[in-house]
């Protein structure tokens, strides 16, 4: 049974630092590229990270470009998502997924406010 959990999130204030962890069960994690997305309030999905099988490359959105970093650990079938330097703009719900994204997890909900 395939199983998504996301976790990490929170409140916290801008310029401030976040770690977000995808813990997946029920398949071969390391035979998967996986995916950061968020949903701010009111709009749609957004692409925010991918990593390869190994973690040898990795991709950003323009957005969160040097300020957030993805890593897994596929002996431990956990995707990260490291984040430095939050602004408002980051506030959102933060869901991980496989690259065929047939499988949903609940989300984080990262809130970043004065």
């Known amino acids: 049974q395939v199983q998504l959990v996301e976790s990490g999130g929170g409140l916290v204030q801008p310029g401030g630092s976040l770690g977000l962890s995808c813990a997946a069960s029920?398949?071969?994690?390391?035979?998967?590229?996986m995916y950061w997305v968020r949903q701010a309030p009111g709009k749609g999905l957004e692409w925010i990270s991918n990593?390869?099988?190994?973690?040898?490359?990795?991709d950003y959105a323009d957005s969160v470009k040097g300020r957030f970093t993805i890593s897994r650990d596929n002996a431990k079938n956990t995707l990260y998502l490291q984040m430095n330097s939050l602004k408002s703009e980051d506030t959102a719900v933060y869901y991980c997924?496989?690259?065929?994204?047939?499988?949903w997890g609940q989300g984080t909900q990262v809130t970043v406010s004065s």
């Open positions: 990593i390869d099988h190994a973690g040898d490359y990795t």
């Open positions: 997924g496989r690259e065929d994204w047939r499988y």
């Open positions: 029920g398949f071969t994690f390391s035979s998967y590229w």
